[in-house]
Each structure stands twice: as structure tokens, then as C-alpha cells.
């Protein structure tokens, strides 16, 4: 992609009321604008990236044998009437014509479970696990943060439907691996601790994944032994490690990027959805939920992974893998730029390339660092001297000449 035809353009003025790094940085570097308090405009750098975060989960659930499908966002409100949450305080209704009522999912229990219910009807139709990665929504009383809380934001949604609660459980425990996989594969693996939160009224517990950092909004208290920790709202009943009965917890500030619950039959009791077993006994389904959100995500990558000059992304989500730089007006330095661009994309290297004419020197390198592409490569009449490009990391690595015609491949 050609800096010069890129939709959405660096700004310097940071955006009079962003209230955090990521929305600060995010909307200087040209990857989303917001609309309203909780609600973003994804431009095509932050776009790529949300995609890639989605694409990383969608490869992982695929793994785990659950199949994608995509449920509306507008459902009507007599499911939730069903399920006795249609006055949840942060459920967006709406009014159709003729009077009809509808609201706007916060989650899709209310869809999902009289779904599958209309394709099961035997043990042998179960266990089945279906996602989606869909835009949420909610009101949201305190909407702010940037990406980090919004009242429209994208979630990857599971769902997984059960003959036993020792099916469920296994499932259960295997998604917890899966969920580290994701986090590991976005760079935050070191960061996401499991939590133990509460269950609700059908299990002991649900299980958050909570990423460490001063912006966080909630607090948990961490065994420095297991590396895992007990949510706030349990710690009065539950201030021991959950794993090794450890009684020294430390506070610290985290976000909440995953949230796994056991639901039990809360939601297939509502619609009635049940099974015959092998015996021709009629049971209840036995159902669990599996939340992440990506744009949640892409808000707490910039949080964690940022410098004073801007955003550093891990390579795994970064809008393009190498940023080329060409500086000066020299037109044998545009050819060899020109060139490298060429070779770059033939290799299937994902390449931003800056071939601004009026945009300065200074300019070019400190929009670099803002958008945080891993590696950039400059070429420069200095550089084209020697033959070479210069190839620097954005995590701060020394920069290095790399003669030219080695460049495509040392980055492909
Ligand atoms: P929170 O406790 O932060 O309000 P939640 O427990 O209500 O979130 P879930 O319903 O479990 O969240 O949603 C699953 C995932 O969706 C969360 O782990 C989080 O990553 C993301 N998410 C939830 N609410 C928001 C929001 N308002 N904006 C962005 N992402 C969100
Ligand atoms: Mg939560």
C-alpha cells in the first residue's frame, strides 16, 4: 500500500477528548476516528489489525472443532422476555413498525440457544460448538477508554451445547488452553492471567482472562506462585489461591480481554430445549459461553505495547510488516525505493510504503514510529552509497545497513 493513497492520514493534534493512550494514539496514527463516546470508525490500518486479531481467534476456535456462523444483531425482544432479561439495564431496545419491539443483542444467548435447539434433538446431535465474531451492543453507563469499553464493539462469541456436565467440563477445560494460544499468538501471552470470578448462580465459578496493566479497570489479586488470581468481586469469600491455597495475594489493575462461563441449563431451561438420551430419556441441554473481544484487544495492545514517539505493535497484528521510508527528492533514490517496493509485495511482504513527495524527512520517520509498523526500512541517497537500505527495528534494535539486493529477503 502507497502512504500517498492511504485512506485516513496521521494527525498530530491528539483528539481533545481522548481520554486514554490507546484512543490518543490510535486516532493520531490513522487507524480508527470515534463516532460518539463507545463508538469507532475503523479506518483501513485499524481495520487490518482488528482483522488480524480476528483471524487469529477465528484459527483457533476452528482448531477446537467449533464452526463459525453469524446470528443477526437485531432480534426481537420477546426472546429476552423469555429468558427474563429484557430489562438488563445496558439492553438497547428499539421500536419497529406497527409497535413491534426489538433490541440490539448484548450477547446472543437468546438467539443462539433456540438455534441450535432447532437442529438437536438427540444425544447424537451433541455436544456442537458455534461462534461468531460480531459487533455487541450496550449502554454502556460509562463509556470511555477508547477501544477498551465501548457501547458498539466487536466480540468472538462460543457457545457450546452438552448431553453432561462432564462433557461440558472437559470442553470447558480445553478452551482454557485454547484461550492462552490466542493470547500467546497476540503477544500477550506473558500478561493474561486466568481469574477465578463468580459463577453466577449455576457454577462455582467462571473464569475471566485478565491482562495486567496500570490502565485497567478491575482489580484482581495474583498468586506470584501459580500465576493465577481471584476477581474482586469473590475475594471476600475466596482470598486464598484457588490452586495452591496461597493466602499472600497481591492487588494489581488489569483488563479483562476473556470471560468463560459455565451456563449450566440457565438458558435451554428458558426455551425448553432438552434431548433424548441413549436410554430414549428426555434431559436438559447443558450449555457453556466463551466471550473475547478483539477491539477490546486492540485497545489493550496499544495500552501495553506503546513508547513515547508511539505504537509498537507485536508483529502478529501489526497493520503491514515493513514500513519502507524513501527520503529525499533524488530520482535515483525513488527508483531504488520504487524497485525495493516491487520486490517486497512479489515476495508476499506486507509493505507500507511512504512515497509522500512533500512530506519531510521528519515527518515520515516520527508518522513511522506513531504507527508502529515492526520494521522499518529507509532509503536515502546515503544509504543507496553503499548500496544498501537501512533496516531498523521498531522495538528499538540498532538500525543496520542491509546491502539492497538482500532486503526482500532477509524480511520475507
Ligand atoms: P466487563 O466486565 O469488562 O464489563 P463483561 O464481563 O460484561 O465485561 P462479557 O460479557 O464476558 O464481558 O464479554 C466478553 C468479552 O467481550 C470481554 O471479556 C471483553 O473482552 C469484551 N467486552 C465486554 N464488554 C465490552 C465493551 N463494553 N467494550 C469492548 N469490549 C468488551
Ligand atoms: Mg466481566
Redesign the pocket.
Known amino acids: 500500500m502507497r502512504y500517498s493513497q492511504l485512506f485516513g492520514k496521521t494527525t498530530k493534534n491528539a483528539p481533545a477528548d481522548a481520554e486514554s493512550v490507546n484512543a490518543k494514539l490510535l486516532t493520531q496514527g490513522g487507524f480508527v476516528l470515534k463516532q460518539m463516546a ?1 463508538v469507532y470508525n475503523y479506518l483501513p490500518l485499524g481495520l487490518r489489525v482488528l482483522t488480524k486479531i480476528q483471524n487469529i481467534i477465528r484459527e483457533e476456535m476452528n482448531t477446537a472443532g467449533a464452526q463459525e456462523i453469524l446470528m443477526p444483531a437485531l432480534t426481537q425482544e420477546e426472546n429476552y422476555d423469555t429468558t427474563g432479561r429484557s430489562n438488563l439495564e445496558i439492553l438497547f431496545h428499539l421500536e419497529g413498525a406497527g409497535g413491534s419491539k426489538f433490541v440490539l443483542n ?2 446472543h444467548e437468546e438467539v443462539v440457544t433456540p438455534l441450535v435447539q432447532t437442529y438437536s434433538f438427540s444425544y447424537r446431535d451433541l455436544p456442537v460448538a458455534v461462534y461468531q465474531i460480531q459487533n ?1 451492543f ?1 449502554n ?1 453507563p460509562r ?1 470511555k477508554s477508547g ?5 458498539e ?3 468472538k ?1 462460543l457457545y457450546s451445547f452438552h448431553t453432561s456436565e462432564e462433557d461440558l467440563n472437559t470442553f470447558y477445560e480445553k478452551m482454557q488452553g485454547v484461550y492462552f494460544n490466542v493470547y500467546q499468538r497476540l503477544g500477550l501471552g506473558e500478561r493474561v492471567v486466568l481469574a477465578f470470578a463468580s459463577g453466577g448462580s449455576f457454577s462455582r465459578y467462571s473464569h ?2 485478565q491482562a495486567l496493566s496500570d490502565v485497567g ?2 482489580t484482581i489479586f495474583l498468586c506470584k506462585k501459580c500465576n493465577v488470581a481471584v476477581n474482586k468481586e469473590i475475594i471476600d469469600e475466596h482470598n486464598f489461591c484457588p490452586q495452591c491455597n496461597n493466602v499472600d495475594l497481591v492487588p494489581k489493575k488489569a483488563i ?4 468463560i ?1 459455565k451456563l449450566m441449563t440457565r438458558f435451554s431451561e428458558a426455551f425448553g430445549f432438552k434431548y433424548t438420551d441413549a436410554a430414549g430419556k428426555v434431559q436438559p441441554v447443558i450449555m457453556g459461553c466463551y ?3 478483539p ?3 486492540m ?1 489493550t495492545l496499544v495500552e501495553i505495547f506503546h513508547d513515547d514517539k508511539g505504537i509498537v505493535w507485536p508483529e502478529t497484528v501489526a497493520p503491514f510488516k515493513v514500513h519502507l521510508v524513501v527520503l529525499g527528492a533524488d530520482v535515483e533514490v525513488a527508483e531504488a525505493a520504487e524497485k525495493l517496493y516491487v520486490e517486497l509485495k512479489k515476495k508476499m511482504v506486507e509493505v507500507l510504503f511512504d512515497d509522500r513527495e512533500k512530506a519531510s524527512a521528519g515527518e515520515k520517520l516520527s508518522d513511522a514510529d506513531l504507527i508502529g509498523i515492526p520494521y522499518r526500512i529507509l532509503v536515502s541517497k546515503k544509504t543507496l552509497a553503499e548500496k544498501s537500505a537501512e533496516l531498523k527495528e521498531r522495538t528499538g534494535a540498532a538500525a543496520r545497513l542491509v546491502p539492497l539486493s538482500r532486503v526482500a529477503g532477509e524480511l520475507s
Open positions: 463507545g448484548q450477547s455487541k450496550r454502556e463509556a477501544l477498551l469499553r465501548g457501547r464493539f466487536n466480540m462469541d475471566e482472562f479497570e478491575d479483562e480481554v476473556g470471560n462461563f466471550g473475547l473481544g477491539s477490546r484487544i485497545g
